[in-house]
Structure formats: structure tokens, C-alpha cells
């Protein structure tokens, strides 16, 4: 009995050695996958900065740390036209592979709906309606977008339940804009979305982000919030986005600790020169 035991004790080590060969096999597959497809997700988002070293009228910037391999945010900015910049931020509904997915669709038809021309208004209005079809998943997604007039500083806005944007005008501190919120991209076909309008002035900022940033939780369940992240901004109001925005990571870095990260934080980041380009 003692020796049909061992035997048998054996057959099953076997047994399990080679699953775990096997399950580990797969994990590294799966790894080996997701690590291209994040070097695919980063690939499509805007990453050579200086982005328009050609234009001296703004400096543009912005960063996206997935909390997953991949995520659901995501920013984009594009030259409608000489005269106009496309900037965009937003938020997909989940996490990981899904959001990432989803994250994929709703970009490519933002940017297609923008490149023609069309208002804020009309492009989250005509993109809500192509998300809503065959939305089996109900996923969604949050969406700021803004389209500068370069020669003018005139920004028109709108804002598909996303986070407010923060705006500094030269001399003074960065401040939230606390716009009227129009229902999420992919929720409900047929909403309707309000425009306004931003002037932005030589020397002024504006920022965007995700709700990791204000929702990045340290050990003791605390959120970052919106005040520490005006605070963080207005310590050097005036520098320009691609020092700026390491800044304000660098102080939630240190604010959440070693608490993990639950979201994507995701920011961008605008600064106005004026049409001479030659503001400080």
C-alpha cells in the first residue's frame, strides 16, 4: 500500500510539473502580447515632443501612464488646419484590453470627424451616435475636446462628462473652468452637447486630464483631489507643459507613495504664446 502511495504521489507530481510548465508557458505568451500591445497603444498616441517645432505660437504636452498594461485613456492633438489645433482628452469606461479596444475606436473617429472641419458640438454628437451602435459591451466613454484658433487664442470647447479643465491667464494661477457637463460618448444615441468658449491671451495655460489624477488614492484611502492638483500646478504657473506635467506626476507620485495604482493618469497640457510667438 505504502508503495502504490509513492507511486501514485509520483504520478500526480508529474502531472502537475507539467501543468505548471504549461500555465507558465502561457503567462509568458500572454506577457510577451501585452507588452506589444502596449508599445502598439503608445504608438498611437502623439509622443515626439517638441510636437510643432515649426510653430512658435504654442507649446503642446502630454503623458498617459496605463495602471494596467493597457488602458482607456487616452489624448490627442492635430492641425485641423493652419489656423486651427484639435485638442482632445478622454476617459474609457474599465480597464485593460477592453477600454484598450474601445480606447482605439473612439480615437480614430474623433480625429476623422474633427479633420473635416466639423465644431466640438457636431463631433461629439456625430461620434456618440457611431458608438452607440452595436454597443453590446455598454461600455463608454468621457470626452473633452477643444479646437484653437491659433491667430485668435479663441478655444471652443465642449465637454461629454469629463473633468473640468483648468485655464491660467498670463499672471495669474490655474483655476478650474467649470463648464456644463453633456452626457457620455456611447451612453445614450442622440444626445446633444453645448459649446463655449475659452480666449486664451499671450502667456496663458490651460490643462486637461483624467479622473486618475484626482482620484489617486494613497495608503490611507485619501484622494488626491482637485486642490492638491491646483496646488501642485500653481507652484510654477508659468513653466511650460513638458516641464510642467512631470511636475504635477512627480507630486501625486509622492503623494499615493507605495499604494498601487488604480487608474490611468493621463494629462495634457497647452501653452499659449500668441500669434508672434514670443511671450514668456
Same mark, same amino acid.
Given at each position: 500500500?505504502?508503495?502504490?502511495?509513492?507511486?501514485y *504521489?509520483? /504520478?500526480?507530481?508529474e502531472?502537475y510539473i507539467?501543468?505548471?510548465?504549461?500555465?507558465t508557458? %502561457?503567462? %509568458?505568451?500572454?506577457? @510577451?502580447?501585452?507588452?506589444? @500591445?502596449?508599445?502598439?497603444?503608445?504608438? *498611437?498616441l502623439?509622443?515626439?515632443f517638441?510636437?510643432? &517645432?515649426d510653430?512658435? /505660437?504654442?507649446?503642446?504636452?502630454?503623458?498617459?501612464q =496605463? +495602471?494596467?498594461?493597457?488602458?482607456?485613456?487616452?489624448?490627442? $492633438?492635430?492641425?485641423?488646419? %493652419?489656423?486651427?489645433?484639435?485638442?482632445?482628452?478622454?476617459?474609457?469606461?474599465? !480597464?485593460?484590453? &477592453? +477600454?484598450a479596444l474601445f480606447?482605439?475606436? +473612439?480615437?480614430t473617429?474623433?480625429?476623422?470627424?474633427?479633420?473635416t472641419?466639423?465644431? &466640438?458640438?457636431?463631433?461629439? %454628437?456625430?461620434?456618440?451616435?457611431?458608438?452607440?451602435?452595436?454597443?453590446?459591451? /455598454? *461600455?463608454?466613454?468621457?470626452?473633452?475636446?477643444?479646437?484653437?484658433?491659433i491667430?485668435?487664442? !479663441?478655444?471652443?470647447c465642449?465637454?461629454?462628462?469629463?473633468?473640468?479643465?483648468?485655464?491660467?491667464?498670463?499672471?495669474?494661477?490655474?483655476?478650474?473652468?467649470?463648464?456644463?457637463?453633456?452626457?457620455?460618448?456611447?451612453?445614450?444615441?442622440?444626445?446633444?452637447?453645448?459649446?463655449?468658449?475659452?480666449?486664451?491671451?499671450?502667456?496663458?495655460?490651460?490643462?486637461?486630464?483624467?479622473?486618475?489624477?484626482?482620484? #489617486?488614492?494613497?495608503?490611507?484611502?485619501?484622494?488626491?483631489?482637485?486642490?492638491?492638483?491646483?496646488? #501642485?500646478?500653481?507652484i510654477? =504657473?508659468?513653466?511650460? &507643459?513638458?516641464?510642467?506635467? =512631470?511636475?504635477?506626476?512627480?507630486?501625486?507620485?509622492?503623494?499615493?507613495?507605495?499604494? =498601487?495604482? $488604480?487608474?490611468?493618469?493621463?494629462?495634457?497640457?497647452?501653452?499659449?504664446r500668441?500669434? +508672434?510667438?514670443?511671450?514668456?
Amino acid at each position: 500500500d505504502l508503495g502504490h502511495s509513492f507511486n501514485y *504521489m509520483l /504520478e500526480e507530481l508529474e502531472i502537475y510539473i507539467d501543468n505548471l510548465a504549461k500555465v507558465t508557458a %502561457e503567462k %509568458e505568451r500572454i506577457g @510577451a502580447e501585452l507588452s506589444v @500591445a502596449t508599445q502598439i497603444q503608445a504608438s *498611437m498616441l502623439p509622443c515626439i515632443f517638441p510636437a510643432f &517645432p515649426d510653430r512658435p /505660437e504654442f507649446d503642446v504636452y502630454a503623458t498617459m501612464q =496605463p +495602471a494596467k498594461e493597457v488602458g482607456g485613456d487616452f489624448y490627442d $492633438f492635430f492641425l485641423v488646419d %493652419e489656423d486651427h489645433l484639435a485638442l482632445v482628452i478622454a476617459d474609457v469606461s474599465g !480597464k485593460g484590453v &477592453p +477600454a484598450a479596444l474601445f480606447m482605439v475606436i +473612439a480615437k480614430t473617429l474623433l480625429k476623422n470627424s474633427a479633420q473635416t472641419g466639423a465644431s &466640438p458640438k457636431e463631433i461629439l %454628437e456625430k461620434v456618440n451616435n457611431q458608438l452607440c451602435e452595436n454597443n453590446d459591451a /455598454e *461600455m463608454f466613454v468621457t470626452v473633452w475636446i477643444g479646437i484653437l484658433q491659433i491667430s485668435t487664442g !479663441k478655444i471652443v470647447c465642449a465637454n461629454a462628462g469629463h473633468e473640468y479643465p483648468a485655464i491660467r491667464h498670463a499672471g495669474g494661477c490655474y483655476e478650474l473652468v467649470k463648464d456644463k457637463h453633456g452626457f457620455v460618448l456611447a451612453g445614450m444615441e442622440g444626445a446633444r452637447y453645448r459649446e463655449y468658449e475659452l480666449q486664451l491671451k499671450q502667456g496663458d495655460g490651460l490643462y486637461v486630464y483624467t479622473d486618475g489624477v484626482v482620484e #489617486a488614492t494613497n495608503a490611507n484611502q485619501e484622494l488626491y483631489g482637485t486642490e492638491r492638483m491646483l496646488a #501642485a500646478l500653481n507652484i510654477n =504657473p508659468h513653466a511650460i &507643459p513638458e516641464e510642467q506635467l =512631470p511636475a504635477v506626476k512627480a507630486d501625486i507620485d509622492s503623494f499615493v507613495g507605495d499604494a =498601487p495604482q $488604480f487608474d490611468d493618469i493621463t494629462m495634457l497640457g497647452l501653452y499659449y504664446r500668441g500669434p +508672434a510667438g514670443n511671450s514668456q
